[in-house]
């Protein structure tokens, strides 16, 4: 099992839908599609779908990003 395998199953297992930092997210499908990562600047991230309105990023109303769970444990 490599690490990014490790780090998809840790997510799981406590509930989370992806990784985030301060410059993209990525979900578990898509995982960790940036060269060379996930970083150390990634967090636990919960999925959440952007309202009329709401921009973060490169996403929009409509769009599924990827915020950081500032609440719980991060990896």
């Known amino acids: 099992m490599d690490v990014i395998e490790i780090v998809k199953t840790w997510l799981k297992e406590n509930n ?4 985030c930092n301060a410059e993209c997210g ?5 995982f960790a599609p ?3 990562g996930p970083y150390w ?3 636990s991230a919960i999925a959440r779908v952007l309202g009329p309105g709401e921009r973060i ?10 915020e950081a769970n500032k609440s719980g444990p991060t990896i």
């Open 57 to 66: 990023g490169e996403c929009g109303p409509g769009d599924t990003c990827y």
């Open 34 to 36: 940036c060269d060379g």
């Open 26 to 30: 990525c979900g578990l499908k898509d």
């Open 16 to 19: 989370f839908d992806g990784l």
């Open 41 to 43: 600047t990634c967090e």
